[in-house]
């Protein structure tokens, strides 16, 4: 009998259960939205937040698609594995609670008012709306996302130099969407390593790894080699992944084959963490490298952080300038005066790559061959010196005059301009300051007798930031380097030098630490980077 009543009252609780469910399904209402681009009329994909009164909105434990909060997932949110170092730690929503659409998406939600983002990168203007949802109502929505700004009508392509998605050719499609949706253009994503091992696998590297689809190009690239001695490496457009394990310390044999097989390499995260500036000392000083990222949201001096930046460039090496967000780990934060975090978001850092017409593969890497660049965190900038523009070389007579000209294009409701400097080895030139501005200008007339690389920079709102990469002036063919400079410069460089020399005379205990087995190959760099040193001194 006992067993009887247990039963029962189980199947009571159960059905009460149901009773509950169905009372609240009952109540609940259904939103129907509709996106599209003003422009086309046709529906675009976005970047959607919808949170309600309190704040809730969608989250995921691991990576499953499963609502923990009042906000369901809704079914049209488009789905990838992501995570850091290929854990599992998201699918469909993003690490901030939004997901991305293809231009529609429905759900039913409890009765109340929501509050409705959506975004579609730096180009477009957000909306934000307030939604009350009575019960057991229905209602619909349509939203056209307008343009504040058209850069590929000017020739000019975003690109993020630095996402970390593991992807088969099943998965294009869907990346190509979350690229459509934070409006990013080219996404070269990257196979990242360590001594050990690698991580986010491409299913292949060249053309046959390439993917294009309306309008946005997938490429394949790695971080790779990664060491915490002399920092991490990108790499772009090669025909082919290179790992060197064995000779893992020597990045300039890497760099030598990623440019033997078309590609261009740098360094990431400003050169900043993982002593990448050291990185730079043994192999920027020997020509091994092409770029620097310039702009990422992940150390503390950034988003914008230039001082290994200006350095090299005051040696007098060419240096294009790239950005990228370091999904899914780099977002938005305290140090950059916000009061809560910033979750990791494709594109939250970007380069524009100028190629003059249709983007192509073959077009795009020549313009980070040229140069053709800047970096930004949300305003557009431009920069030309006697009419050439970033990464091009002005060669002038001794006396002879430059005229500079820099323009930066804002928002004020989104991208609030504060102001627009020209920069001339390192230092402010000119300035032009403005409130809430959604355009600034200078200009500039300078005289000249020696070489000198000049670049623009630009300060909007909260964390936005942008800045291209320079126009090298030349005197009579000489170079462009900072002589008033060079002997600190050199000076400094010798004491990067000098750090990894430490490091091989104290070996940490730590495994990610692999530089003392690399003794030999790393003796050999810093010997040839001495020698470039004094070549220099002596100019």
């Not at 029962?8 to 509709?34: D, P, W």
């Not at 004491?495 to 205990?509: S, W």
Request: glycine share 10%.
């Amino acid at each position: 009998m006992r067993y009887q009543v247990i039963v029962r009252l189980l199947l009571a609780g159960l059905f009460a259960g149901a009773l509950l469910e169905f009372a609240q399904s009952s109540r609940e209402a259904t939103l129907a939205v509709r996106i599209l681009d003003a422009a086309t009329g046709q529906p675009t994909p976005v970047r959607v937040r919808l949170q309600n009164e309190t704040g809730e909105r969608p989250k995921v434990r691991g990576a499953v698609a499963v609502s923990e909060s009042a906000i369901p997932i809704p079914r049209q949110a488009i789905a990838v594995m992501f995570g850091q170092s290929d854990q599992a730690q998201g699918y469909a929503i993003q690490p901030d609670g939004s997901f991305y659409v293809d231009g529609a998406f429905d759900v039913r939600l409890p009765p109340g008012t929501y509050t409705l983002a959506i975004s579609k990168g730096f180009e477009y203007l957000r909306e934000t709306q307030a939604i009350d949802l009575k019960p057991a109502t229905a209602v619909k929505r349509e939203y056209k996302m307008r343009r504040w700004m058209d850069m590929p009508a000017r020739g000019w392509y975003s690109a993020d130099d630095h996402i970390h998605l593991r992807r088969s050719p099943a998965d294009n499609h869907a990346i190509a969407q979350w690229l459509a949706a934070e409006d990013v253009h080219v996404g070269n994503l990257l196979r990242m390593g360590d001594f050990w091992q690698t991580f986010f696998a491409q299913y292949a590297f060249g053309e046959r790894g390439r993917y294009t689809e309306a309008g946005r190009l997938l490429s394949p690239g790695q971080e790779e080699p990664r060491t915490p001695e002399i920092g991490h490496t990108i790499s772009l457009g090669a025909s082919d992944f290179v790992r060197m394990q064995p000779d893992y310390y020597s990045y300039d044999k890497l760099f030598d084959r990623v440019h033997q097989l078309g590609g261009v390499t740098g360094f990431a995260h400003q050169a900043m963490s993982f002593n990448g500036y050291r990185g730079m000392a043994l192999n920027t000083l020997r020509g091994k490298t092409d770029f620097l990222e310039l702009a990422q949201f992940c150390v503390p001096e950034g988003p914008l952080a230039v001082q290994h930046y200006y350095q090299f460039l005051d040696m007098g090496f060419k240096l294009t300038a790239l950005a990228g967000s370091d999904f899914p780990w780099c977002g938005l934060g305290p140090q950059y005066g916000f009061t809560e975090p910033q979750f990791a978001q494709i594109g939250n850092a970007r380069f524009y790559a100028y190629t003059g017409g249709a983007l192509t593969f073959e077009h795009y890497m020549a313009a980070l061959k040229a140069g053709h660049t800047f970096v930004t965190t949300g305003p557009i900038l431009f920069l030309t010196v006697n009419g050439k523009m970033p990464g091009d070389t002005v060669d002038v007579p001794s006396g002879g005059k430059l005229k500079i000209s820099a323009e930066a294009y804002g928002n004020s409701g989104q991208v609030p301009l504060r102001s627009v400097e020209i920069v001339g080895h390192g230092k402010v030139l000119a300035r032009s300051e403005g409130k809430d501005a959604a355009h600034l200008a200078l200009d500039l007339e300078l005289p000249v007798d020696r070489g000198i690389w000049i670049a623009a920079k630009c300060d909007a709102g909260q964390g936005q930031v942008a800045h291209t990469t320079p126009v090298y002036v030349t005197v009579n063919g000489g170079g462009f380097q900072n002589v008033a400079a060079m002997r600190r410069n050199l000076d400094v460089a010798e004491g990067y030098l000098k750090e990894v020399e430490q490091d091989l005379a104290n070996p940490p205990n730590s495994l990610d630490r692999q530089a003392p087995r690399h003794r030999a190959q790393l003796e050999r760099q810093i010997a040839e980077a001495r020698t470039q040193l004094k070549s220099m001194a002596t100019r």
